[in-house]
């Protein structure tokens, strides 16, 4: 029976130097973009609940929260990742050894003619 070598939580281990997929890529970014949004929410709720308490904050939060959007969409649209570099025990193309020139026919194999003997 073949035994699995991925990793425990039973994904496939990355050996190639291939991007994600684009979903993969997509999906990621959305989950990057909700959760800038979701911290900004709370910078909003934060400031109209410190308001009367702390105005100091209140302003800071707000203003984290008008930044945050901005900073977000910038994130979410950074492109795709980086194309992946060769790997480090990549061997360019060699070119075979070139063979050196004959020094003639050896007189073993040399063809024999009519009449006289090897």
Same mark, same amino acid.
């Given at each position: 029976?073949?035994?699995?070598?991925?990793?425990?939580?039973?994904?496939?281990?990355?050996?190639?130097?291939?991007?994600?997929?684009?979903?993969?890529?997509?999906?990621?970014?959305?989950?990057?973009?909700?959760?800038?949004?979701?911290?900004?929410? *709370?910078?909003?709720? !934060? #400031?109209? =609940?410190?308001?009367?308490?702390? $105005?100091?904050? %209140?302003?800071?939060?707000?203003?984290?929260?008008? *930044?945050?959007?901005? !900073? #977000?969409? =910038?994130?979410?649209?950074?492109? $795709?990742?980086? %194309?992946?570099?060769?790997?480090?025990?990549?061997?360019?193309?060699?070119?075979?050894?070139? =063979?050196?020139?004959?020094?003639?026919?050896?007189?073993?194999?040399?063809?024999?003619?009519?009449?006289?003997?090897?």
């Amino acid at each position: 029976m073949a035994k699995f070598l991925g990793k425990k939580d039973g994904s496939a281990v990355r050996i190639t130097g291939a991007r994600s997929s684009l979903t993969e890529d997509v999906r990621g970014r959305q989950r990057r973009y909700m959760f800038s949004m979701a911290v900004r929410t *709370l910078c909003v709720i !934060l #400031a109209i =609940v410190l308001w009367k308490e702390s $105005r100091i904050i %209140a302003v800071i939060a707000l203003v984290g929260g008008m *930044l945050i959007p901005y !900073l #977000a969409v =910038v994130y979410a649209n950074a492109g $795709r990742e980086s %194309a992946p570099e060769m790997p480090d025990t990549f061997v360019g193309y060699q070119p075979p050894p070139m =063979v050196e020139p004959g020094t003639g026919i050896p007189s073993q194999a040399a063809p024999s003619t009519p009449g006289q003997p090897n």
